[in-house]
């Protein structure tokens, strides 16, 4: 019979596998050694894997982020010095896994992610994503602002990804807040992008006006 992972609990809040008594390289790569959302009765906090990058126009990869990500946040531990914050001991944070998406449809993933996400948002009072080519932007701003109506973003990024299309395609990775401004998804007031630098194809081409 396989004996109870040992955790750190605060209070009833289930948190990391206790790495005094498990080694951060043994054991399942769950997001920061949390327990996995069905283990826990409720959760404050969802953290969601999207592993696609479908929409790219260069390097793909973005669909590996999710499980990197979780291999290298095995080094995190519960204790922040510089906030003195137990990280995990005030809200229960579990990890929900990832969505599964088509690879080879745009269309398709874009609705499966929405779904998703709609759908998480009714088990967690917040969801943080993993993963995914920026494409994965526009259904989880749908899916919030279906629960919260137009909301602000703040955007970091090298470029604005507010192009019209791409090779004629009207969803991508460079797309998603176009679509999302027209959608009135966004608070157009409380918008802002932070980063954003490098050459432009023309004067023309960032289709920045939008903001306006």
Known sequence: MTEPVPRIVTDDNVGQVDAT???????????????????VDQADVAVLGIPFDGGVSYR????FGPNHIRESSRLLRPYNPALQVPVFARQQVADAGDLTVNPFSIDDAIGAIERGARALAERACAVLTLGGDHTVALPLLRAVAARNGPVAVVH????????DTYFGAAYTHGTPFRRASEEGL?????CLHVGIRGPLYSDAWPVSRISR
Request: hydrophobic share 35%.
């Open 21 to 39: 008594a498990v080694p951060r390289y043994g054991g399942e790569a769950t997001f920061a050694r949390l327990p996995r959302l069905q283990d």
């Open 60 to 63: 793909p990869g973005a669909r």
């Open 156 to 163: 970091f990024d090298a470029h604005l990804d507010t192009w």
């Open 186 to 190: 966004l608070d157009r007031s409380g």
